[in-house]
Antibody, heavy 127, light 113 residues
Framework: QVQLQESGPGLVKPLQTLYLICSVS??????????WNWVRQRPGRGLEWIGY???????YYIPSLRSRVSMSVDTSQYQLSLKLQAMTAEDTAVYYC???????????????????WGQGKLVTVSS | DIVLTQSPDSLAVSLGERATINCKSS????????????LAWFQKKPGQPPKLLMY???TRESGVPERFSGSGSGKDFTLTIGRVRAEDVALYYC?????????FGQGTKVEIK
């Protein structure tokens, strides 16, 4: 049974950097059969995909966050991480880590449905 | 970017009645060489993560009740709840994984009348 669990601070001050960890159990991050996403939901708004990282550390980020975000994998620790710099109130959200299974590629990017979600971590940006 | 527009934004149905949610894509999400529509549906309840209901537009995820079904191809898709139960009250989102960036519809709220 695959499980994903986000952890990290629930409160971040404006302009600080957010670090979130996603711990994965029941699956091998290094298998290559999956890739790993971060999705957020801001209050009163829909779901927003932030980007993905694969087992090799290759990543893609959405343009609106590309200058502030990075994702990485630690296969030895079965963990993923999300780093988001210069946080503002607009970044207040529930952050989810999400597994996709690798089906095929489009250009340089893997494709496949999101099949397992973590419970989510509420992060509030406030002084 | 592919824009997914869901309709309606909300609907109220009686218990046991059918609920239909539409998702229209700004571009086709059908990959012809594999004849697959790269579209999924999720159910979101308060305080819970989204739950995958359907993928490839019409493949039901393991454990999802048969009253949930997906249809459509290309740019137009539908999620149908055959006989709505109280536990189906939730937000429903479509999502495309055809073209980066992956995008979601704005959501449709299903309530009981």
């Amino acid at each position: 049974q695959v499980q994903l669990q986000e952890s990290g601070p629930g409160l971040v001050k404006p302009l600080q950097t957010l670090y979130l960890i996603c711990s994965v159990s029941g699956d091998s991050i290094s298998s290559g059969g999956h890739f790993w996403n971060w999705v957020r939901q801001r209050p009163g708004r829909g779901l927003e995909w932030i980007g993905y990282v694969d087992y090799s550390g290759s990543a893609y980020y959405i343009p609106s966050l590309r200058s502030r975000v990075s994702m990485s994998v630690d296969t030895s620790q079965y963990q993923l991480s999300l780093k988001l710099q210069a946080m503002t109130a607009e970044d207040t959200a529930v952050y989810y880590c999400v597994r996709s299974y690798f089906y095929d590629t489009t250009g340089d990017h893997p494709r496949g449905p999101f099949d397992h979600w973590g419970q989510g971590k509420l992060v509030t940006v406030s002084s | 970017d592919i824009v997914l527009t869901q309709s309606p934004d909300s609907l109220a149905v009686s218990l046991g009645e059918r609920a239909t949610i539409n998702c229209k894509s700004s571009q086709s999400v059908l990959y012809g060489s594999k004849n697959q529509n790269y579209l999924a549906w999720f159910q979101k309840k308060p305080g819970q993560p989204p739950k995958l209901l359907m993928y490839w537009a019409s493949t039901r995820e393991s454990g999802v009740p048969e009253r949930f079904s997906g249809s459509g191809s290309g740019k137009d898709f539908t999620l149908t709840i055959g006989r709505v139960r109280a536990e189906d009250v939730a937000l429903y989102y479509c999502q495309q994984y055809y073209s980066i960036p992956w995008t979601f519809g704005q959501g449709t709220k299903v309530e009981i009348k």
